[in-house]
T-cell receptor, first 115, second 113 residues
Framework: AQKVTQAQTEISVVEKEDVTLDCVYETRDTTYYLFWYKQPPSGELVFLIRRNSFDEQNEISGRYSWNFQKSTSSFNFTITASQVVDSAVYFCALIEVNRDDKIIFGKGTRLHILP | GAGVSQSPSNKVTEKGKDVELRCDPISGHTALYWYRQSLGQGLEFLIYFQGNSAPDKSGLPSDRFSAERTGGSVSTLTIQRTQQEDSAVYLC???????????FGPGTRLLVL
């Protein structure tokens, strides 16, 4: 079973629409870290956010927001008023502290923002 | 400050040749990771180094792949007797520790003809 599931393989929205990228994770650890990365067409992975398991507060950074819900093991990412520059592949990832500390990536969601 | 750098950015080689890919981590980062990303796919973990500990080589796909990290800084990933299936982007990342945020380099695009 996948430890990090990004069920949406590909999403297309029209510019200025809001879009939510889903991430569901699986762990038995109480201490873990969750991440989101963006990979634009240039190929370099860009770090977006790191969240520890003890901090369930939602985070907002400009047009980006993250909803962390331990009850559903989800860490969803919303882009508000999407722009063409948001087109990229987005990866969710997990580090389980009491395991081998290896980061586990989801398979990614390819987001197309249409002008 | 400077981010993670990788060289070369692109490498074309013939099947059967050896290649070396280089990674310069962020200064002061003790952990260094190598990943492989095939076209349109996710990230495949290859190997990581943490300080002076023995590297975790559990992701290396075959004994043709090896990596070393000299002086706790620069790392080289070597692929011997390259095969066409080795064609991919090889990404390097570094962090201040194994539970910390990994920062990625731009990758080396390897094409084996």
């Amino acid at each position: 079973a996948q430890k990090v599931t990004q069920a949406q393989t590909e999403i297309s929205v029209v510019e200025k629409e809001d879009v939510t990228l889903d991430c569901v994770y699986e762990t038995r650890d109480t201490t873990y870290y969750l991440f989101w990365y963006k990979q634009p067409p240039s190929g370099e992975l860009v770090f977006l956010i790191r969240r520890n398991s003890f901090d369930e507060q939602n985070e907002i950074s400009g047009r980006y927001s993250w909803n962390f819900q331990k009850s559903t093991s989800s860490f969803n990412f919303t882009i508000t008023a999407s722009q063409v520059v948001d087109s990229a592949v987005y990866f969710c990832a997990l580090i389980e502290v009491n395991r081998d500390d290896k980061i586990i990536f989801g398979k990614g969601t390819r987001l197309h923002i249409l002008p | 400050g400077a981010g993670v750098s990788q060289s070369p950015s692109n490498k074309v080689t013939e099947k059967g040749k050896d290649v070396e890919l280089r990674c310069d981590p962020i200064s002061g980062h003790t952990a260094l990771y190598w990943y492989r990303q095939s076209l349109g796919q996710g990230l495949e973990f290859l190997i990581y180094f943490q300080g002076n500990s023995a590297p975790d080589k559990s992701g290396l796909p075959s004994d043709r792949f090896s990596a070393e990290r000299t002086g706790g800084s620069v790392s080289t990933l070597t692929i011997q007797r390259t095969q066409q299936e080795d064609s991919a982007v090889y990404l390097c990342a570094s962090s201040t520790g194994t539970q910390e945020t990994q920062y990625f380099g731009p990758g080396t695009r390897l094409l084996v003809l």
